[in-house]
């Protein structure tokens, strides 16, 4: 699975639920919120573009969320939606969704009711999830994940997603909080982050996913192509359809958000709804409030956001605690050229087992060196090969 897409693998649940893409029905919200004071803050963990809370409200805990506002869906761990089933949930409940697994076969993802969830002093009661096993992204991540909050949460609050202090602000709905930066409107009656956004010359609209680790996900329908860099293949993203492989490029023209301009912006092609994604709201702090249907973004900077260059050695991974396997590789990239192929195993980087390599260690790791060593299991042998980092998309 790619580092850029980590979240995928389980947005794809929503994505059935008509949340994530069609957006057919408003979410459901929680049955009631509740904060112990104006401004509740909650500290969380940057893994990647991604927001990770930890909360701890019982003995059990801590547990850890990753944010994700382009989710119409709470997912939690089945250990979790045991522990914290609602003993009277509340009627018209989700019912079961059916999804087709990474591996293949279709299964049914079960619905559920948890009677509370708390984060700091913030405290959610009778809150409709999703229940699906979190361990393969656990792995992926490299810390133990018991679920994603999704945007629906959040409803009966103004959401502040504070990127450069690594945390959440929580504030009631009214009145209206006075927050700084450029306010725009959702362009739809459902209270979905959906904002209108100019790429260059061209309108464009575009769904606030702080769920997906890429800079923008474009959907090149009606649009006039105007690639500095065109898209290249860039590895194989796992969802719950099953595996795609990634197109990567560079747009010629500005981003455009309010007043704020992300020059030459990197897009991931896609043939889902355009998304607004964690490489590029890294940038900013952002503000949700669904009561006023609006999105507010502020950057102390006013200078332009320039996107550095991607990079790569051209592999693909699905993790486990004892290796890695290759899901793809890249054409005309080093491991290509070195003769990496998808199904071969990598025991070690750098001479470590791949267990000390956890998501944010071997991203730096990749931004950073000029080479990586890697170890292939070769039978009961293992043979090593380094590979040059390159820039995927310069």
Partial sequence: MTTRSVLALLCAAALLLGGCVTFR?????????????????????????????????????????????????????????????????????????????????????????????????????????????????????????????????????????????????????????????????????????????????????????????????LNLAGLAADFAQLPRPGGAVGTLSGDHLQYIGRWRQPLLIGDYSVNEPIVDVTEELTALGGGILRHFTVTFDQERSQVTFHREERGPVVLPPRRSTGLSFTKFPAYWRVVSVVPDSPAHAAGVQGGDLVTRINGEPVAAWDYSRFEKLVETAKEIRYSFLNGTQEKSRTLAVFELVP
């Fill in 25 to 217: 029905r408003e979410a459901p919200r929680p049955g009631r919120t509740t904060l112990d004071a104006p401004l509740v803050v909650v500290p969380a963990v940057a893994l990647g573009n991604f927001l990770l809370v930890e909360t701890k409200w019982d003995r059990q805990g801590p547990y850890r969320f990753l944010v994700d506002t382009g989710s119409s869906a709470t997912i939690v761990t089945p250990e979790l939606a045991r522990r914290y089933r609602a003993k009277n949930p509340p009627p018209e409940t989700m019912p079961q969704v059916r999804n087709r697994a990474a591996r293949g076969g279709i299964t049914l993802m079960d619905s559920g009711v948890i009677s509370r969830l708390e984060l700091g002093g913030a405290r959610f009661e009778d809150v409709r999830v999703l229940i699906h096993d979190c361990r393969e992204l656990s792995a992926h991540l490299g810390v133990r994940i018991d679920g994603i909050l999704g945007f629906p949460l959040f409803r009966e609050t103004v959401l502040t997603l504070d990127y450069s202090r690594s945390r959440l602000l929580l504030q009631p709905r009214s009145p209206a909080p006075l927050v700084p930066g450029v306010a725009i409107p959702f362009n739809n009656e459902l209270r979905t982050p959906i904002i209108p956004l100019q790429l260059g010359e061209q309108s464009i609209s575009a769904l606030i996913d702080s769920g997906s680790d890429a800079p923008l996900s």
